[in-house]
C-alpha cells in the first residue's frame, strides 16, 4: 500500500516568506509525528499528534512554527517569516498505534532552502 | 525527559569487521528503545526495538543491540560489517506512555571500507 507521502519534496522560499509543507500519513494510522532533520543535528523532534488527543508541541523550535491535523489524516506544517536557520529536511512519520509497539514510517521528507 | 546521546558521529570499520555503534539513553521510566537506519537516499527505516521482553533484541540485516539497563545504553552491533551496511543510524528512546514523542539521537555514519 501507500506508504506517507510529502509534499513538495523540495522548497526554495526568500527569507521572510512563510511556507507551508504537507504530510499525508499511512491510512489508519493514529499517531503523526514531525522531524526536522539537518547536518550534526540529527533528528530534531517538532511535534507529535496522537489521535483526538492535544498535540505535544514541546519540540516546536519558536512561535514562527505550527502545525494542524486536520480530520485525523493530513497534517501541515507551517513556518511563517522563515529565516536561514530554518533550511533542512522536515521529515513527517506516521504509526498505527502508539504504544510504540508499532514503528513510525517516515516520508522522505521536504527539503526546505531559505535564501 | 527523555533523551539520547550517541557516541561519535561517524565511525569508520573495514569489511568483515566488528560494527559497535554506542547509544546511551536518559529516561525516568522504564524506556522503549529503538535503533533506525537511513540508507543513502532512502528514507529512515526501523532496524529493531526493545520494548522490555528480552534484553538482547535481534534486527534486520543481522544486528543486535543490548539493552543494560545498569549502564543506560543500548549499544548496536554486527560482527561482520559488509559494504551494504554504510548507512546512518539513529538511536531513540520513547517512555512507552500513550502520547509520548519518539525522541533520536543525533546519528552515526557508518563508512564501511574494503
Known amino acids: 500500500g501507500a506508504g506517507v507521502s510529502q509534499s513538495p519534496s523540495n522548497k526554495v522560499t526568500e527569507k521572510g516568506k512563510d511556507v507551508e509543507l504537507r504530510c499525508d500519513p499511512i491510512?489508519?494510522?493514529?499517531?503523526l509525528y514531525w522531524y526536522r532533520q539537518s547536518l550534526g543535528q540529527g533528528l530534531e523532534f517538532l511535534i507529535y499528534?496522537?489521535?483526538?488527543?492535544?498535540?505535544?508541541k514541546s519540540g516546536l523550535p519558536s512561535d514562527r512554527f505550527s502545525a494542524e491535523r486536520t480530520g485525523g489524516s493530513v497534517s501541515t506544517l507551517t513556518i511563517q517569516r522563515t529565516q536561514q536557520e530554518d533550511s533542512a529536511v522536515y521529515l513527517c512519520?506516521?504509526?498505527?498505534?502508539?504504544?510504540?509497539?508499532?514503528?513510525?514510517?517516515f516520508g522522505n521528507g521536504t527539503r526546505l532552502t531559505v535564501t | 525527559a527523555q533523551s539520547v546521546t550517541q557516541l561519535g558521529s561517524h565511525v569508520s570499520v573495514s569489511e568483515g569487521a566488528l560494527v559497535l555503534l554506542r547509544c546511551n539513553y536518559s529516561s525516568s521510566v522504564p524506556p522503549y528503545l529503538f535503533w533506525y537506519v537511513q540508507y543513502p537516499n532512502q528514507g529512515l527505516q526501523l532496524l529493531l526495538k526493545?520494548?522490555?521482553?528480552?534484553?538482547l533484541v535481534k534486527g534486520i540485516n543481522g544486528f543486535e543491540a543490548e539493552f543494560k539497563k545498569s549502564e543506560t545504553s543500548f549499544h548496536l552491533t554486527k560482527p561482520s560489517a559488509h559494504m551494504s551496511d554504510a548507512a546512518e543510524y539513529f538511536c531513540?528512546?520513547?517512555?512507552?506512555?500513550?502520547?509520548?514523542?519518539?525522541?533520536f539521537g543525533k546519528g552515526t555514519t557508518l563508512s564501511v571500507s574494503s
Open positions: 499528534f496522537q489521535g483526538n488527543s492535544a498535540p505535544d
Open positions: 491510512s489508519g494510522h493514529t499517531a
Open positions: 526493545y520494548t522490555s521482553a528480552a534484553t
Open positions: 531513540a528512546v520513547s517512555e512507552g506512555q500513550a502520547g509520548t514523542a519518539l525522541i
Open positions: 512519520a506516521s504509526s498505527l498505534i502508539t504504544s510504540h509497539n508499532s514503528p513510525l514510517h
